[in-house]
Nanobody
Framework: VQLQALGGGLAQAGGSLRLSCAASGSTSGFNAISWYRQAPGKQRELVAQMRGGGATIYADFLKGRFTFSSDNAKNTVYLQMNSLKPEDTAVYYC?????????WGQGTLVTVSS
């Protein structure tokens, strides 16, 4: 599976951005698709995950600010990010897990100014 993440950019604190991640290639054996982020000097961390059974989980630190959605017809998932904070500044990556392995997108930079 190839993943293309788009939608990053510059936002002001309190603003919104929407990221997208389009999957191409075989998506058979799907287990989960996730958004991760990595801030400068920090480890990559899970932001949200959509599982094959339909459940979606979110990192505790989000406190309801982000929403993960999908458009199956387009093989695309979205991360709607509202009430952005400077600490949300990071490179955001999408990750696809199937029975055969894991794929990462190239990452998209989100910068939130105070």
């Amino acid at each position: 599976v190839q993943l293309q993440a788009l939608g990053g950019g510059l936002a002001q604190a309190g603003g919104s951005l929407r990221l997208s991640c389009a999957a191409s290639g075989s998506t058979s054996g799907f287990n989960a698709i996730s958004w991760y982020r990595q801030a400068p000097g920090k480890q990559r961390e899970l932001v949200a995950q959509m599982r094959g059974g339909g459940a979606t989980i979110y990192a505790d630190f989000l406190k309801g600010r982000f929403t993960f959605s999908s458009d199956n017809a387009k093989n695309t998932v979205y991360l709607q990010m509202n009430s952005l904070k400077p600490e949300d500044t990071a490179v955001y990556y999408c990750n696809f897990i199937s029975r055969t392995g894991s794929s990462w997108g190239q990452g998209t930079l989100v910068t939130v100014s105070s």
